[in-house]
């Protein structure tokens, strides 16, 4: 598709969608797809750690996250890619020429995780409340950035409101037309 390198950023909690919604769009836009959130989970299994203990030892040991972020920020420099992560916006925030947040109410979003992952509801529940925890504290004390603010994100959207399509549907006219803006 594009000339010029396009770095297109999606990001949101846990369960809102972000992954759906990345991968779509990339294979759509023939642009690549990577996931921050999948080297977390990476050096997790690498580790034999759960998420939760993972971003717990994150707490104390900071080259976690930024060894993510600068595989992140890697990623954002080669272009013509599409990434998501929880935190992710933020680290590129420079280079992404379409920034978009996904959310979705926190037991919207504990149901889908206890359904991708196989576990229980409340034990989803508990994790994704402590994880969420862990990654503003991080966030706050490694970059002393405020995750909750997302007024600069190109487009907002709650993905309970709307089915699979019209969300995609939404997110790609956004992309499509502030990619058009900066031809």
């Known amino acids: 598709m594009p000339k010029k390198k396009i770095v297109i950023v999606i990001s949101g909690p846990a369960g809102s969608g972000k992954t759906t919604y990345a991968k779509r769009l990339a294979e759509k836009l023939g642009l ?5 959130g999948s080297i977390f989970r990476k050096i997790a299994q690498e580790k034999g750690l759960s998420l939760v203990e993972l971003s717990k030892l994150a707490e104390k040991d900071y080259s976690i996250d930024i060894e ?6 890697e990623e954002a420099k080669k272009g013509n890619v599409v990434i998501d992560g929880h935190l992710t ?3 590129v925030k420079e280079l992404a020429d379409v920034a978009i947040y996904i959310t979705a109410p926190l037991m919207v979003r504990v149901k889908r995780i206890a359904e991708r992952d196989n576990k229980p509801l ?5 994790e994704t409340i402590r994880r969420e ?4 504290k991080r966030f706050i004390e ?3 950035i405020d995750v909750t603010d997302i007024s600069w994100f ?3 959207i709650n993905t309970e409101k709307y089915t699979i399509d019209e969300v995609y549907e939404i997110i790609e006219k956004t992309v499509l037309k502030a990619l058009a803006k900066k031809a």
């Open 32 to 36: 690549r797809y990577f996931s921050a």
């Open 68 to 73: 993510i972020d600068r595989r992140t920020l």
């Open 89 to 91: 916006a933020w680290i």
């Open 122 to 126: 409340r034990e989803a529940y508990y």
């Open 133 to 136: 925890f862990s990654q503003r």
């Open 142 to 144: 490694i970059y002393g």
């Open 154 to 156: 190109d487009l907002v």
